[in-house]
């Protein structure tokens, strides 16, 4: 009896490793795959690469088999790469929560349209953290597993509560003697009301500020009117003293992008650089929690904030080719993800979502959230979100029901039109977003602003990657951990 050879019944010589692609132009398609590698093939190349008739001599070949889109059985180490890419890409999973969000108070002297909460007046104190919420707070978070942890300030305006951000400081550095973690504190500041004092002990604790400049004067007072002073000069002024006792590289500015913004892209770019500031964060609006009641007045579709990006990045780009190092701090996490084996981590992009997962929230009253938007829900009258109370066990509050039923909806490889996604290795869940805009936490990319401004950035950055000058200016936008001093307005970004 004849027995045939095998590659009769299997004419591949190759496997093919998970990847998805898109096609970019009539005979151009981006392959990218499951470790975030990509590729470009013509569509012949793509069927023969399916088919299993590439030739492994060849140029394509050589090119997927380095970048891990196949392997042979003969030699398995571009599995074993691929392996290892995978577990560096998702390493984020083993550590439980990273960023620890304390909201110290609901006080803030300014009424920014755009604000999610419900700000209260300076004087209001009942609105302040208590310092055995704190304490408490301070214990679940030395609970979690993470080496890293981030400890961010949020308000209102922290800094009214100082405080209650000193005592956390201190307590976290003491508790830490026994835990032995790499902790960085971050305040999220307006900087109106900094002083020398808060300055040196900023300074004695590494403290990084990250602060709201909005653009030239008349837009920042528009966005950020306050009721006690000029919110600009102030700002300016705080930034100033802060440099000098911090350094520059301890402050890093966020301009949150209104319907008044889009049109002054390059004045809003032009200030950053005569600031003396080389990140800027071009942050969109998220319209959700108490700044739903605002939307007509500062809102702008996905369409009109994308045009206002790519004008915006175009000339941050021309900027830095005239010898000024200014990056654009979206695009650098999205050219992080594309150029670097190890994914930023950030609560939005990575799946399975960051809620409760990479971050915790910390309210006033003693409620803890799985992110800074479900906090936000509150004000719209919904407190279905809150995992419990700072009271309870680490171990409650992430196994709360509320948990799973986010979690559910929180990896982005099992959500429709996300699975089949070229850019899901570079992308997150967000079902925290879907169900404050939506209603439901699975969601629909067809009608996702996020997924609309993700696909885009990714789009543009794929095909700006082209221009060899471009990609110079990208390599030295490459992290060494820049973003720290954004981490939780990344979070709600
Ligand atoms: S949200 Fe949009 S861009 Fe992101 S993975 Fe899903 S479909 Fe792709």
Redesign the pocket.
């Known amino acids: 009896m004849k027995i045939n050879d095998p590659e009769l019944y299997s004419p591949k010589n190759y496997q093919l490793l998970p990847f998805r692609f898109e096609r970019i132009g009539p005979n151009s398609c981006l392959l990218v795959n499951e470790v975030g590698e990509h590729c470009y093939l013509n569509n012949h190349e793509l069927e023969m690469l399916v088919n299993g008739s590439l030739e492994p001599s060849c140029m394509a070949f050589q090119k997927l088999y380095s970048k891990s889109f196949v392997y042979t059985e003969e030699n398995n180490y571009s599995l074993r790469t691929f392996c290892s890419k995978y577990k560096a890409r998702k390493s984020f999973i083993f550590d439980g929560p990273a960023l620890h969000i304390f909201v110290l108070t609901l006080r803030c002297e300014n009424s920014c349209d755009y604000c999610q909460v419900t700000r209260r007046n300076p004087d209001a104190k009942k609105y302040d953290m208590p310092l055995h919420v704190a304490r408490q707070s301070v214990y679940r978070m030395f609970e979690c597993p993470a080496k890293n942890l981030t400890v961010e300030f949020q308000g209102g305006e922290p800094l009214l509560a100082f405080d209650v951000m000193k005592f956390i400081i201190e307590l976290s550095v003491e508790q830490n003697t026994h835990h032995n973690k790499n902790l960085q504190f971050v305040v999220a500041t307006s900087l109106q009301n900094i002083n020398e004092e808060m300055l040196e002990f900023f300074h004695q604790h590494d403290v990084h500020i990250s602060t709201s400049v909005d653009g030239p004067e008349w837009l920042h007072k528009k966005n950020r009117p306050s009721c006690h002073s000029n919110s600009y000069e102030s700002t300016l002024k705080g930034l100033e003293q802060a440099r000098k006792i911090l350094g520059h590289d301890k402050i890093a500015g966020m301009t949150t992008i209104t319907k008044s913004s889009l049109s002054s892209s390059k004045a809003i770019i032009d200030e950053y650089v005569q600031l003396g500031f080389h990140s800027i964060f071009l942050r969109p609006l998220n319209m959700y929690g108490f700044a739903v009641k605002k939307e007509s007045k500062v809102g702008y579709t996905s369409e009109e904030f994308n045009k206002f990006y790519k004008e915006s990045l175009n000339y941050i780009i021309q900027i830095n080719k005239c010898g000024f190092r200014l990056d654009e701090v979206n695009a650098s996490l999205a050219l992080n993800n594309i150029l670097t084996p190890q994914a930023t981590g950030y609560v939005d992009m990575r799946s399975p979502c960051g809620d409760g997962t990479g971050v915790l929230v910390y309210n006033y009253d003693g409620k803890v959230y799985p992110s800074d938007e479900s906090r936000m829900l509150v004000e719209m009258g919904d407190n279905s979100l809150a995992l419990g109370s700072v009271y309870e066990p680490l171990n409650n509050l992430i196994s709360s029901k509320q948990l799973h039923t986010i979690l559910q909806a929180g990896v982005?490889e099992s959500?429709p039109?996300?699975s089949d996604?070229?850019?899901?290795p570079?992308?997150?869940?967000?079902p925290i977003q879907n169900y404050s805009r939506y209603g439901d936490m699975i969601g629909h990319?067809t009608f996702?602003a996020?997924?609309?401004k993700?696909?885009f950035l990714?789009r543009n950055i794929f095909q700006l990657l082209e221009d060899s000058s471009n990609r110079s200016v990208f390599y030295t936008w490459l992290p060494n951990n820049r973003y720290s001093s954004y981490q939780g307005e990344l979070n709600h970004a």
């Not at 570079?426 to 967000?430: E, H, I, L, Q, S």
């Open positions: 982005a959500l039109g996300c996604c070229v850019y899901l570079y992308c997150g869940a967000n990319r996702s996020f997924c609309q993700q696909k990714y």
